[in-house]
């Protein structure tokens, strides 16, 4: 962990998401510079790729040729060792205090303001798994559909309830979404009809990237699961729910879920939250062994979710914390591979929808709305229940105590008509 009182040499504004002690992980590029390597520091990014190729790692014993790649995977697959020793390095390149190489004569060749370059998806994702993991979320989801008494399935208590989504159209923050078209059965009807979605949502979400590989027959304990987190992300898990509602019977979520899910580009590592390390709520249905654990296996993440109309200004919707979510990711990686299923470097395991005790910490507009029953207010003036073309959905997550704050950006994506 870095000394929460060190100071950078590269102006931080006030509040931003990347002091020194972050040194999250991403991939860029301009009009001019090929996609590669770089971290966050304050307002700006610092390029890799130059910094290897001035010898500021050559001590490292790590192949130069992955800072010049187009995802994090090579990177990570580095090992844990050797991608901890670059980002030490990176925190005395940056170091006020450091005062013996030439670094301020270098900054104007890898430094860059973030809002001049385009940030890219961070890892090839391989596999993506989306888990259910909020017993709040979970019991809201049930009261709605199939009442209080029956809100949680008999097996919720018992293991990380998951499902496989779909790698493929996963993209990074600032990339729009098309509202998706498919089956759903209008209230009322008895008959299906096709169609754009009426009722698209947002689900509130964060993920980790897995950083180690392991064979298929193999499995992951409780106690060995951080090993294989190279890092979190914001995740939008963007639904569908009338399309979802008619199709998820009896397999679960396919079209509804599919169309897109929004990540934010920066990977800021475990080493970065370990300041935040935090117990998560009590679980008083004992799990079988294998999902037993010691410690404190989540993070005080804080989290935030806005909306913004088109041609208007944003609304805080959500506020929500990582520390609700009943199954921790320790628990999900174990049970993820309790049967010898294989994880590759680059896989991204969501969280599900993280909601928290109070309605306004709900993390999505099925629950916000409670099914659309009660609108949502915007500044402007209009209500929502569900998403409308042009909104653009902003999610923010960061970790803060006195004098330290840890942040992931944002997540944004703005909704276009279908085509």
């Not at 972050?22 to 971290?39: A, K, M, S, W, Y």
């Not at 190729?53 to 050559?58: I, N, Q, T």
């Not at 995977?73 to 990176?90: D, E, P, S």
């Not at 909020?134 to 499902?163: C, I, Q």
């Amino acid at each position: 962990m870095i000394d929460p009182k060190l100071k950078s040499w590269v102006n931080i504004p006030e509040n931003s998401d990347f002091p020194i002690q972050n040194i999250p992980f991403g991939v860029f590029q301009t009009e001019t510079i090929d996609p590669r390597l770089c971290v966050a520091i304050g307002e700006h990014l610092a390029d890799l790729k130059v910094l290897a190729e001035h010898g500021f790692f050559d001590d490292l014993g790590v192949d130069l040729s992955v800072f010049a790649q187009p995802h994090l995977n090579a990177f990570i697959a580095l090992g844990q060792a050797k991608t901890h020793a670059v980002r030490m390095r990176l925190v005395d390149i940056l170091d006020n205090d450091l005062d013996n190489w030439d670094a301020s004569e270098l900054a104007p060749f890898f430094l860059h303001l973030q809002k001049d370059v385009e940030m890219l998806l961070p890892v090839q994702v391989g596999d993506y798994t989306d888990f259910y993991s909020s017993r709040e979320h979970a019991t809201n989801v049930g009261t709605m559909f199939r009442g209080k008494d029956n809100a949680l399935m008999p097996n919720w208590l018992h293991l990380p309830v998951g499902y496989h989504g779909r790698a493929s159209s996963i993209v990074v923050s600032d990339t729009p979404i098309r509202r998706p078209k498919g089956q759903f059965l209008p209230q009322g009807a008895e008959q299906p009809e096709y169609g754009p979605s009426r009722l698209l949502d947002f689900e509130l979400e964060m993920a980790f990237v897995v950083g180690k590989e392991t064979k298929m027959g193999e499995s992951v304990s409780t106690q060995d699961a951080e090993d294989y987190i190279f890092g979190m992300v914001i995740f939008n898990d963007w639904s569908a729910r009338d399309i979802q509602s008619w199709e998820y019977v009896p397999l679960g979520p396919f079209l509804g879920k599919n169309f897109a899910s929004t990540i934010s580009p920066w990977v800021v590592t475990m080493d970065a939250l370990e300041a935040f390390r935090t117990a998560g709520p009590i679980q008083d249905t004992q799990p079988l062994p294998y999902l037993q654990f010691a410690g404190a296996k989540s993070f005080d993440i804080q989290l935030e979710v806005s909306i913004q109309p088109e041609h208007s200004v944003a609304t805080t919707v959500c506020r929500s914390n990582f520390k609700y979510l009943y199954w921790n990711m320790a628990q999900q990686l174990a049970h993820h591979t309790v049967n010898g299923c294989n994880i590759r470097i680059g896989d991204v395991m969501a969280s599900g929808t993280i909601s928290g005790p109070e309605p306004d910490s709900f993390g999505s507009m099925l629950e916000l709305s409670w099914r659309g029953s009660q609108p949502i207010a915007m500044s402007d003036g209009s209500e929502r229940t569900f998403l409308q073309d042009g909104d653009a959905v902003i999610m923010r997550a960061w970790c803060e105590q006195p004098g330290l704050r840890i942040g992931f950006g944002t997540a944004r994506g703005k909704i276009l008509p279908p085509f």
